[in-house]
């Protein structure tokens, strides 16, 4: 056996058994040895600064909200079996919740603009201008170059659980969502139903053309994830959510929404098989009769002139 050989089949044996293979990346470099220059030490212990200036978004004013779903009548249901996604239409000025109900399930939440689905949610932007991790007064915000929130939470029956002590919450727009292709790529199977392609079903079941390029990165409703404190690695744990509890968002523009109950259950130990117990999620849209919203005018898109230094 030549020493490829034996690199080949030592890996193909450690690819059986994932739980002896290390989960560290050789990443840490410390000393000079190691290629550290002198002031290492010195250039790490600079200040970290917030990159977006919270204090410049739109103030998340609780009690327009809090008048606005007060009294709100249910105009639309859908269920979301498992393994499988729904889309749902959000009126701009109405309300939608997506609500656990049989048991622990996440799911995988896409957001487009009714009228044009070019326009899109922006997990990374959102990221840089709130947190890995949403919750009640958060917005949900746009691609470019639209930019603007499509949507904010206004109530999360979570949000007591903050953070844990592996630095772990919930609602992420970290992850993307689970795939088949990277399902493919790490274990050569395929798999049909990963959020990616239930969204994808959701889309052309409403006629969509091309629904593939349409989805895009998620919230990760209901989910609980984080990065290890040593590696960093994106890891995800069993999701705190129990029957009764709900996410709720204020449609600041008219949406076209998709939720795919995601094969991962409660995403305790997989995802992108059929191995984890699974639940339907519900999703309500909800109309304000309140007076408040009288008058009330949505965000604009950016008013960035959009000529990016050219001629
Ligand atoms: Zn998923």
Same mark, same amino acid.
């Given at each position: 056996?030549?020493?490829h050989h ?8 450690l690819?059986t058994l994932?739980c002896?293979?290390?989960?560290k990346r050789?990443r ?6 190691d290629g550290a %220059? ?5 250039? +790490?212990?600079? %200040?970290a600064v ?6 410049l978004?739109?103030?998340?004013d609780a009690? =327009?909200?809090?008048?606005? +779903?007060?009294g709100?009548?249910?105009?639309? $249901?859908? $269920?979301v079996? %498992? ?7 959000v009126?701009?000025?109405?309300f939608?919740?997506i609500?656990c ?7 995988d939440?896409n957001? @487009?603009?009714l &009228? *044009?689905l $070019?326009e899109?949610f922006y997990t990374g932007?959102t990221?840089?201008l709130?947190?890995t ?7 949900l @915000?746009?691609?470019f170059?639209?930019l603007?929130p499509?949507a904010?939470i206004t109530?999360?029956?979570l949000?007591w659980y903050?953070?844990d002590?592996?630095?772990a919450s919930?609602? &992420?727009v970290?992850?993307?969502?689970c ?6 790529m ?5 798999y049909?139903?990963c959020?990616?392609? *239930?969204?994808?079903r959701?889309?052309? $079941?409403?006629?969509?053309a091309?629904a593939?390029?349409h ?6 409703v209901?989910?609980?994830t ?8 994106y890891?995800?744990?069993?999701s705190?959510v129990? %029957?009764?509890d709900?996410l709720e =968002? ?7 929404g998709a939720?795919s109950a995601?094969p991962g259950?409660?995403?305790?130990a997989s ?5 984890? +117990?699974c639940f339907?999620l519900?999703?309500e849209?909800l109309?304000?009769?309140?007076k408040e919203?009288e008058?009330w005018?949505?965000p ?12």
């Open positions: 056996m030549s020493a034996f690199l080949i089949l030592a890996g193909l044996a690819s994932p002896l293979v290390p989960m050789p840490d470099v410390a000393s000079p040895a %220059p002198a002031d290492a030490d010195a250039r +790490r212990r600079q %200040p917030i990159a977006y200036r919270v204090d978004l739109p103030k998340y009690s =327009f909200y809090e008048r606005a +779903r007060v709100l009548k249910k105009s639309f $249901e859908v $269920e079996p %498992p393994r499988a996604a729904r889309s749902f239409e009126p701009r000025g109405h939608f919740r609500h109900v049989d048991g622990p399930q996440v799911g939440l957001l @487009w603009c &009228d *044009n $070019e899109r932007k990221r840089q709130h947190a991790h949403l919750t009640k007064g958060d917005r @915000w746009s691609c170059p639209f603007r499509m904010t109530h999360d029956s949000q903050g953070w002590q592996d630095g919930v609602h &992420d970290i992850g993307t969502r795939d088949p292709y990277s399902n493919r790490l274990r050569g199977e395929d049909d139903h959020c990616h392609s *239930n969204l994808i959701a889309l052309a $079941e409403r006629g969509v091309d593939e390029k989805v895009h990165d998620v919230l990760n209901f989910m609980c984080g990065f290890t404190k040593d590696t960093h690695q890891f995800m744990k069993a705190p129990r %029957p009764g709900f =968002f204020f449609a600041e523009i008219d949406l076209l939720l995601c259950g409660d995403t305790s995802h992108s098989d059929d191995t984890q +117990r339907p519900k999703v849209v109309e304000p009769c309140s919203l008058g005018i949505g604009q898109v950016c008013g960035y002139a959009g000529k990016h230094g050219l001629a």
